[in-house]
Each structure stands twice: as C-alpha cells, then as structure tokens.
T-cell receptor
Framework: GAVVSQHPSWVICKSGTSVKIECRSLDFQATTMFWYRQFPKQSLMLMATSNEGSKATYEQGVEKDKFLINHASLTLSTLTVTSAHPEDSSFYIC????????????FGDGTRLSIL | DQQVKQNSPSLSVQEGRISILNCDYTNSMFDYFLWYKKYPAEGPTFLIS?????DKNEDGRFTVFLNKSAKHLSLHIVPSQPGDSAVYFCAATPNYGGATNKLIFGTGTLLAVQP
C-alpha cells in the first residue's frame, strides 16, 4: 500500500517552455502532498506543501509564480515549472501523506528535469 | 542553516556486519524522526521512524535509537546485506500544534555493503 506515482520520470526541454509534473497517490487519499527539489549530492529541500482544494504553502525563497502547484483532488497534485531555464534543471520529487499527525510521507520516484 | 546533519557522507561495511548511520539535529522542537533509503533516480523509501517519547524502535534488521539530550539518532542495520547499499537520509519534523508533516532532511549517507 501507500504507492505514489510521479510522471514523467525524465524530461528534457528547451529554455522558455513550461513543464508539468504529476503526482498521484494510487491506493490512498492524500490530504497533503509535498514537492521537493534535490540538487546533486545534496539533501531534499522542501519547496511547497499543498492541501487538496486550497492554495499551496511555499517555502521561503521559492517563487510562487515560477512553480505553480495545483492540488485539485485527493489523489492528484501537479507542479508546473513555468518558463523554465537551465538553472531550474534538477530532480523534483513529490510525496504524499494521508493526514495530519505523525505519519510517514510516501514518495514518488522523482522527475529528472533538464532544461537546455 | 542545516538543522539535520549527517556528518558521514559515506560508509563501507562488510556483508553480515552491523551498519551504523548517525544523524544529529539542532532544533529541540523536532519530535518525530524518520529514516529513508534512496536508490539513484528513485524517490526515498520509508524505512523506520521514532517518536520523541521513545528511545528505541525496532523493525526486523533495522533499529533506530534516539538520544534526545544529545539531539542524536542512529540507524542500526544488522546483519548488513549488499541490497542495503543505498543513500540513507534521516529526517525530522516539528510538531507545531499539529501542522503539516513538514520534513527536514539531512544530507544523506551513502552506505556500501561489500559482499
């Protein structure tokens, strides 16, 4: 149980385009989903927290207009990197949890984004 | 400011021996700690967790120890197997009145189990 699917796993695109990444909880309803970014040999850095039906909460330093997050249902959250540039190239990972309290987050397999 | 630290970037252990991965934290508000295992190009997989009201939690070959006074936790894997080779992240979360389960991750330790 607690499977999180992330799509696509790898994307290469030209500078200036927008890229949408999907995160789905396959066998549970995720009241909260998280988006992380990981640079090579570094830790996972939380970008934003999204709750179904409400606006995402962004961490300090993360541009809301650059990284659009939509959590339209209890099983789907999307991250759109708008007008992507080479510095946005990174490994993006989503996670989901069933609710509040001390429960582990379950992670997707990540999306490797490369902007040329 | 790195609130969760894993000072050993890598660890090499012989198969069958014990692997001990360490993690230190600075924020006394953290009250729930987790260990995740990560293979390259994959998302982290949850291994084991511990609440601050406990000092030990065991699950099969994996045991997590928490020393609150020292703000230190460790993950013991025994016996270590080659399939355990991966990057291990510790993570912590504060409990600000039941807010979102925001995780703060350490920088990871690459464990290599030699056959």
């Amino acid at each position: 149980g607690a499977v999180v699917s992330q799509h696509p796993s790898w994307v290469i695109c030209k500078s200036g385009t927008s890229v949408k990444i999907e995160c789905r909880s396959l066998d549970f309803q995720a009241t909260t989903m998280f988006w992380y970014r990981q640079f090579p040999k570094q830790s996972l850095m939380l970008m934003a927290t999204s709750n179904e039906g409400s606006k995402a909460t962004y961490e300090q330093g993360v541009e809301k207009d650059k990284f659009l997050i939509n959590h339209a249902s209890l099983t789907l959250s999307t991250l759109t990197v708008t007008s992507a540039h080479p510095e946005d190239s990174s490994f993006y990972i989503c996670s989901a949890t069933v609710g509040l309290g001390n429960q582990p987050q379950h992670f997707g397999d990540g999306t490797r984004l490369s902007i040329l | 400011d790195q609130q969760v630290k894993q000072n050993s970037p890598s660890l090499s252990v012989q198969e069958g021996r014990i692997s001990i991965l360490n993690c230190d934290y600075t924020n006394s508000m953290f009250d729930y700690f987790l260990w995740y295992k990560k293979y390259p190009a994959e998302g982290p997989t949850f291994l084991i967790s511990i609440s601050s009201i406990k000092d030990k939690n065991e699950d099969g070959r994996f045991t997590v120890f928490l020393n609150k006074s020292a703000k230190h936790l460790s993950l013991h894997i025994v016996p270590s197997q080659p399939g355990d080779s991966a990057v291990y992240f510790c993570a912590a979360t504060p409990n600000y009145g039941g807010a979102t389960n925001k995780l703060i991750f350490g920088t990871g330790t690459l464990l290599a189990v030699q056959p």
